[in-house]
């Protein structure tokens, strides 16, 4: 697999991040509460809402579980 080495964020890890913005926006749900509920640092949520992280399997399962919705469910709603 080629390196990346642009600035751009990888396509899949966006689709994650906003889709789980789109999930919290609708739920209502601050970036700090979900972070106190998913058990990750405030800023880490941020992260990975602008696609900056790349996602540990455990914690999406915790922000999914979060977010009331299962992971692959999730993930259809990201398109991947």
């Known amino acids: 697999m080629p390196v990346r080495t ?5 396509p899949v890890l966006q689709a994650i991040g906003e ?4 999930l919290r926006l609708e739920r209502g749900i ?3 509460r979900l972070a106190l509920v998913a058990d990750v640092d405030r800023s880490y949520v941020g992260r990975i809402d602008r696609a900056e992280n790349n996602i540990a399997v ?3 399962v915790r922000i ?3 977010l009331s919705i299962w992971v692959s469910e999730l993930m ?4 991947v």
Request: no cysteine.
């Open 58 to 60: 455990p914690t999406l």
């Open 6 to 10: 642009d600035s751009a964020p990888d």
């Open 76 to 79: 259809a709603r990201a398109g």
């Open 30 to 32: 601050s970036q700090e």
């Open 19 to 22: 889709a789980i913005r789109a």
């Open 64 to 66: 999914a579980s979060a």
